[in-house]
């Protein structure tokens, strides 16, 4: 029978980020995924600024920059008359490299991270389905299938990544707890526009539908995502989307003429889903992303709370199976992503209802998503048994923040020090300090640092997701900070 030590089932977003996360630390691993081939449809398009500082992490936010649009304006129609041109929102704020969106379809994402993991000698097994599992206190025994083999597979963790329908999730005994809002359905695609520039996110506003018709232009490319809603009839139902009904559908509530569509390469169907799991873990096994929230669409959230779910794991995860800290470390990834999946639930139905109703009003749509809260740099994990209490700083930070990061004097980032696996140890003034393994030591001299972190004197020890575990006066303290872990 084959072994690994951690199985990753799916590999859209969150099963990449994770599965890099894990193949960086040296952790056997394997990522499998049912499809056969990468999917080809536009799905999320939205990079949040924190999830930005993630894959800047993992060292493909550069790649990722150039291949999607920051500063896109919305263009609001109704029917055929124009309305007006909002700009994109932007939140100014000095303790980010990425402070604004990056919008992009999402098998651009895919596609980077895919590279990155193969730089990291993996690779996705395509067309391999988990058919069924039995756990143990030992580990996982599964049983994979391919067209072309069965496999008896042994593992020591395994974490579902298979979206929200998954059945990994069902089989673990999980409660889906939520509704699904029937009467709010969508169609979306991918088409390929003839007669309409691409310089904007162009919305068609109405008092019936609230978006009529959204069109989203991908940079360098041919393709538009369309987003239009839909009225079910009294079963709930509506028509499949297919390149004629999207004409029709254009045709019909814009009353615009010469903007046809020429192809169209992927179309479905959305539903509001309103959805949280009632639990992240049974004994060894996991989900993450979507297996544990859906939500509506309404600020792009959906894929960025994946990827930050998988970051939080995948360090946890590798600590434990190093001998690092004890499995009660594990215990702490539902404890920190659940307010945030609870949060997200709260936020994105709350857009929902100000988007359409703005939209109803003919006032406007998309553009009223984006806040300071959406841009998840605010998120905190302030309540984790993980985050040392201790007072906030003369700048307000806490422990549980997230680590601003700094622009230096030299012109570097405080982030690119930060950068890899390891926990770091800022130093203000002067201290005595250990050396200690997984442990990168920064003195905190720049004036810059000083500004940010608000201290003078004292340690400021961050996780290697980039949050502050400890403010400490003393190394004796961050010393007692990790004993706690064994």
Known sequence: MNQTTVLIIGAGPVGLTLACEIARRNIPYRIVERSALP????????????????????????TLMPLGYTEL??????????????????FPREDTRYPKILLLPQYKVEEALRTKLSELGGTVEWATELIDFSQTDTGITCRLENPNWTEELTCTYMVACDGGKSTTRKKLGINFVGETHQHEQLWVGDVEVEGLKPDAWYNWLSPKYGIACALFPFKD?????LQAVMLPDADGNIPEPTLEGFNQLFKDRTQMEGITFTNSTWQSIYRVNIRRADRYRVGNAFIA????????????????????DAYNLGWKLAAVINGEANDSLLDTFAEERIPIADWLLKTTSENQRIMLNAATAGKGAFETLSTKDTTQLNLNYRDSSLSEKSNATQSDLQT??????VHLNDGTWLSDQLRGTEWGLLIFGKAEIEATKNLKIINAADEALHKAYGLSDGLVLIRPDGYIALIASDWAEVHKYFDKFR
């Open 400 to 405: 549980g923040n997230r680590a601003p990061d």
């Open 39 to 62: 999917p080809h449809g536009s799905r999320a398009k939205a990079l949040q600024p924190r999830s930005l500082e993630i894959l800047n992490d993992l060292g493909i936010a550069e």
């Open 73 to 90: 304006p919305y263009r609001k129609f109704n029917g055929n008359q124009l309305i007006g041109e909002t700009p994109r929102n932007v």
């Open 221 to 225: 490319s041919n393709s538009w995502q």
């Open 289 to 308: 992303g979507d297996v544990a929230h859906l939500h509506s669409i309404a600020g792009g959230m959906g894929m960025n709370t994946g990827i930050q």
